[in-house]
C-alpha cells in the first residue's frame, strides 16, 4: 500500500499528462495534468476513446496508427511527425508531444500516453530561429565562446563570409585560430576584465586572417551579457573597416597634402616662377606623378606655363594641337579628368606634350581666371601605375587648381595696377616738365628777345641789327620747338603711355593678316625696360608677325613678352615651319636681317627654330644693361 501511495502521488506530481488507454483504444485512466491540458474534467475522460483528444481530422488516421502499434507495442514517440497537434474540449488546437509505452497486466497490453503541450516550447524555438536569422542577416560577424575552452559555441552566416571558413570548420576553432594579432594571454586578460564586471565591453581593431590567408582589418566588439553562469561566455562582433581605414587615411593624406600646400605658398613669394615650380614638383611627389605642368590653351593650342618633371622634358615656348587629348576633356567637362590606361573602354588619349603610347596615367583640373578657362593643371605618368586616382586626389588636384587660378588672377591683376601707376607717374612728370617749360624757359626766351629787340633799335649799325635781329629769329624759332615739345608732352603717343597697351594695340592690328589674333602674355616689370630698348621691341614684334603673316600659314600664334635680367621676346606659331637649310640662311632675309641687327645693336641675340610641319619659334633677347657696342655680328642662332 506504501508503495501503491507513492506511485500515485507520483503520476499526480508529473508534469505532464498522462493516460492509460485500454487495448480497445479505451481511456481508462488520467491525470489531473491530464485534464488542465485538454480543458476536461477528469471523470469526462473515463470511457472516451483516445480520439476524444486528437482534431476530428485526424480520428480516422489515428485508428489505422492505434491498430499498428497493437500489433508491436514497443516505447516509442509520437510526435516523430512534424506537427502533431491536439484538441482541447473548447475545440481549440494546439501542438504537442507524444510518448507511448505498453503495458502488460494479467495478460492484457495496455498502453501508457504522455502528452506535453509543446507550445511555449515552439515558441521559444521561433523566436531562437528568428534571432538566429537575424544575426545570419547581418553582414557583421557574430561568434560566441566559453572561457574555459575558447572554442566557437556559435558562429553566424557573417562569420562565415567574413572569413571564409565553413561553421562546422569554425566551431572547431578559437579567436586565436584567426587573429594573429592576439595571444592568449592578452585575450584573457581581456576577457578577465569583462568577466569581473570591471567594463562592459571592449572594443578594438586588429586583423582577422581568412583561410585564404588574406588578412583583413577588423574592428572587435567584445561583451559578456552571461558573466553569472559557471563558465561565462562571450560574445564577439565583428565588423570588418577595410573601406573606412582607407576613409581615414585618405582624410589624413588630404589634410597632409592641404598643409604642404600652405607651406609652399607661405615660404615662397607669391606667383613667382619658384614657387609654381615647387608647388608642381611638391604636388607630382604627393601624387606620385613623374611630370606636372601648368598649360595655357588659346585658340586650340595648348603652352606650357610652368612645369616640373625630367631634364629637358619640353620646351615652355612650344605650341601644341589640343585635339584628342586629356586636356581637351578637361576644357569641355571643367572637372577633373583622370584615367589610367587599360580601364578606359575607349580610345587611350594622349597629353599634348606627349603620345598616347608614353602615357600611363593622367591627371587633369581646369584653371580659371577671372571666370574663364585659362587652361589645365596636368599631373602625367610615363611607368605602369598601381593605384587608381581616388576621390582625395581629385580634391586635392581641384585645391590647387583653384589657387593657381587666383594666383595668375592676381599675378595679371598687380600687372595691370604697375602699369597705372607707372603710367600716372609718366603723365604727371610730363605735365610738370611741360609746366616747367612754359612758365620759365619760355619766359627767359621771351625776355632775351626783347632785350635784342631793344637793342637792335638802337643800334646804328646795318651788320649789327641784322645779326640781332638774326638770333631774334633763332630765339623764335626754339620758342615754338619748345611749345611744340610741351604739346608732345600731353598728348603722348600709344607708345609713350605704356609699351603693354602698345604691343596688346598692335597684336590685335595684326588680326586681319593673320585671320585670328595672337594670344599675348607678359612677365615681369615691362613698363620698366629702357627707352631705347623699347624703341627696338615694337620694330621688332612687327617684323616677327609680318613673318609670320607672310609665310606660316598658323592657326595660332602666341607671343611672350618677359622682363628679368634681360628682355626677351617670343614669337611662337603651329604653322608649316621651314627647312633646316632655310633656318640655316634665314640671315638673308630683310625681315630677319633687320631683327638680327637690331638684337646685335643692343648687345643681344637672335635665334629662330622651326622644322617642317612643326612650327616656328622666333626668340629675340637683348639685356636690360647695354654693354659696349660690339663692332661684329653675334646672336644669330638656327636649330
Not at 559 to 567: F, S
Amino acid at each position: 500500500m506504501l508503495f501503491s501511495g507513492i506511485v500515485e502521488k507520483v503520476v499526480e506530481a508529473f508534469p505532464d499528462g498522462i493516460f492509460l488507454v485500454g487495448e480497445s483504444g479505451k481511456i481508462i485512466f488520467a491525470n489531473g495534468r491530464a485534464a488542465e491540458i485538454f480543458g476536461y474534467d477528469r471523470e469526462e475522460f473515463s470511457g472516451q476513446a483516445i480520439e476524444l483528444l486528437l482534431p476530428e481530422r485526424l480520428h480516422g488516421l489515428h485508428v489505422a496508427h492505434r491498430t499498428r502499434y497493437a500489433a508491436r507495442p514497443v516505447v516509442r514517440p509520437m510526435s516523430e511527425r512534424e506537427g502533431l497537434r491536439g484538441r482541447r474540449k473548447n475545440g481549440r488546437e494546439f501542438p504537442i508531444e507524444v510518448n507511448l509505452s505498453p503495458v502488460v497486466h494479467e495478460g492484457e497490453t495496455y498502453v501508457v500516453t504522455t502528452v506535453r503541450d509543446i507550445t511555449a516550447r515552439l515558441a521559444t524555438e521561433a523566436a531562437a530561429r528568428e534571432v538566429k536569422q537575424a544575426l545570419d542577416a547581418t553582414h557583421e560577424a557574430v561568434m560566441m565562446f566559453a572561457e574555459s575552452s575558447l572554442q566557437f559555441s556559435y558562429v553566424n552566416e557573417g562569420a562565415v563570409q567574413q572569413l571564409g571558413y565553413s561553421s562546422a570548420e569554425l566551431l572547431e576553432m578559437t579567436p586565436l585560430h584567426i587573429a594573429p594579432e592576439l595571444t592568449e594571454d592578452s585575450l584573457r586578460s581581456l576577457l578577465r576584465t569583462l568577466g569581473s564586471g570591471e567594463v562592459d565591453s571592449h572594443t578594438l581593431v586588429t586583423t582577422h586572417r581568412r583561410k585564404d590567408g588574406r588578412d583583413l582589418p577588423v574592428e572587435l566588439s567584445v561583451q559578456c551579457p552571461f558573466r553569472d553562469s559557471p563558465s561565462p561566455v562571450f560574445v564577439v562582433f565583428s565588423r570588418e573597416v577595410t573601406d573606412r581605414l582607407a576613409a581615414e587615411r585618405e582624410r589624413r593624406e588630404g589634410l597632409e597634402r592641404i598643409r604642404v600646400l600652405h607651406h609652399v605658398a607661405s615660404d615662397l613669394q607669391i606667383g613667382s616662377d619658384e614657387q609654381f615650380s615647387v608647388m608642381l614638383q611638391t604636388a607630382a611627389g604627393l601624387l606620385k606623378a613623374d611630370a606636372g605642368i601648368v598649360g595655357r590653351i588659346a585658340y586650340g593650342t595648348y603652352t606650357v606655363q610652368h612645369w616640373y618633371g625630367e631634364k629637358n622634358l619640353l620646351s615652355s615656348a612650344m605650341m601644341h594641337p589640343l585635339d584628342g587629348t586629356f586636356c581637351e576633356r578637361v576644357v569641355e567637362t571643367g572637372e577633373v579628368v583622370s584615367g589610367m590606361r587599360g580601364d578606359e573602354n575607349g580610345a587611350w588619349q594622349g597629353h599634348p606634350c606627349f603620345p598616347a603610347q608614353r602615357l600611363h596615367a593622367y591627371i587633369g583640373v581646369p584653371i580659371e581666371v577671372s571666370g574663364r578657362c585659362y587652361g589645365t593643371l596636368d599631373f602625367c605618368v610615363f611607368s605602369p601605375r598601381e593605384e587608381a586616382w581616388v576621390e582625395v586626389d581629385r580634391d586635392f588636384l581641384r585645391l590647387l587648381g583653384k589657387w593657381i587660378g587666383r594666383t595668375i588672377e592676381r599675378n595679371e591683376t598687380e600687372s595691370v595696377l604697375i602699369q597705372a601707376r607707372q603710367a600716372i607717374a609718366v603723365g604727371e612728370d610730363r605735365e610738370r616738365i611741360g609746366r616747367d617749360l612754359h612758365d620759365t624757359v619760355i619766359q627767359d626766351l621771351f625776355a632775351t628777345g626783347m632785350s635784342l629787340q631793344s637793342i637792335a633799335n638802337k643800334t646804328g649799325e646795318a651788320g649789327v641789327r641784322e645779326e640781332v635781329e638774326q638770333a631774334i629769329d633763332s630765339l623764335d624759332g626754339t620758342i615754338r620747338r619748345i611749345r611744340t615739345t610741351i604739346f608732345g608732352l600731353r598728348h603722348a603717343s600709344v607708345l609713350d603711355s605704356g609699351i603693354r597697351e602698345a604691343i596688346l594695340s598692335m597684336c590685335t592690328g595684326y588680326h586681319s593678316a593673320l585671320g585670328f589674333e595672337p594670344a599675348v602674355n607678359f612677365d615681369g616689370p615691362i613698363e620698366t625696360m629702357p627707352a631705347e630698348i623699347t624703341a627696338h621691341l615694337l620694330p621688332a614684334l612687327r617684323e616677327a608677325l609680318a613673318n609670320v603673316a607672310k609665310h606660316a600659314d598658323a592657326t595660332a600664334v602666341e607671343v611672350r613678352v618677359e622682363v628679368a635680367d634681360e628682355l626677351m621676346l617670343r614669337v611662337t606659331d603651329n604653322g608649316r615651319g621651314v627647312s633646316s637649310e632655310v633656318n640655316a640662311n634665314a640671315s638673308n632675309g630683310h625681315g630677319l636681317r633687320n631683327l638680327l641687327g637690331r638684337a646685335v645693336d643692343l648687345g643681344g641675340v637672335f635665334n629662330l627654330t622651326s622644322a617642317p610641319g612643326k612650327g616656328t619659334v622666333i626668340e629675340w633677347r637683348v639685356p636690360l644693361k647695354q654693354p659696349p657696342r660690339s663692332p661684329l655680328p653675334k646672336g644669330f642662332v638656327a636649330g
